[in-house]
């Protein structure tokens, strides 16, 4: 059994035939990813005399991992 390593084999040509035909197969089946329309929140109204500062989320948290 003394095989160069530089030539396929039919069984492995097969092998990797069968392998991408199967690939493509379910590839063809599955569903196709569609992007979710997300509505856009209304932005705030800035206050007449400044003070546009509120306490979100995002403050929040940057609060929690200042705290020793």
């Known amino acids: 059994m003394s095989q160069s390593q530089g030539k ?6 097969f092998a990797g ?6 690939v493509a197969a379910v590839a063809s089946l ?4 569609k992007p979710v329309e997300q509505a ?3 932005p705030k109204v800035a206050p007449a005399k400044g003070g546009g500062y509120h306490l979100s989320e995002h403050v929040k948290h940057y609060y929690q991992t200042t705290r020793l």
Do not use: D, I, V
Request: net charge positive; glycine share 10%; aromatic share 0%.
């Open 30 to 33: 599955m569903p196709a990813a």
């Open 8 to 13: 396929l084999s039919r069984r492995t040509l």
């Open 40 to 42: 856009a929140p209304e």
């Open 17 to 22: 035939a069968g392998t991408a035909g199967a």
